[in-house]
């Protein structure tokens, strides 16, 4: 145990210890206490980040850029979960790897450890993608509240970022009195920007976005 603690509080390995101690403790409090997780954290909000790159890119090379960044981030199934959860898989991830490598490879030196902090990040990823899957079905079927899920579809929504038939944005509407916002894209080739009205018809076989058409008064 004595080792345990001395390699986990390593220069290398402390800051994940830290880290991954303090997810316990949110996550503690959110199971015992009560605590929304809303509180302390946002959702991965894939739509936005694309939206700031539509309103701030100008050049074609940013812009690919821009939608590289987004592909790997659905790659690595960023758009599953909420933050949250993405960041505590890779803290412990990171902490399990690193614990492991520096005992078994008897490593002392403190640039090579912060060398193999590389490859470590890079092996979470790829955690975060096993595991990230049947950990958004589920948080899919049951909410973080343990309601059951919310039937969507037939429901009039605002348009937050732009949708198209090829763009995923968002949308957001009111259940019962609470805002939501989820994913959605356009089930025709009408483009709906900001502020349209809109109503969900459907829902993709995935379950990773709905498909909203123009809301016609």
Known sequence: MKELIEISFSPVNAFFTIMSIIMVIYWLLVIIAGIDPDLFSVDFDAADVDADFDSDVTGSENAAEGSSFM????YFNFDELPLMFIITIIFFSMWLVGVNVTYYLGIES????FLLLIPNFIL??????????????LYKMVNHKGEPEIDFLGRRCT???????????????TVNGDPMKIYAR??????????????IVGETEDRKYYLVEKFDY
């Open 110 to 113: 403190t640039l090579l450890g």
């Open 186 to 199: 356009s089930n025709t080739d009408e483009r709906l920007t900001a502020g349209q009205q809109a109503v």
């Open 159 to 173: 348009v937050i970022s732009a949708v198209a038939q090829d763009k995923t944005g968002q949308v957001e509407l």
């Open 71 to 74: 592909k790997t981030l659905e």
């Open 124 to 137: 979470s990823l790829f955690v975060v993608k096993l595991f990230s899957k049947p950990l958004g079905y």
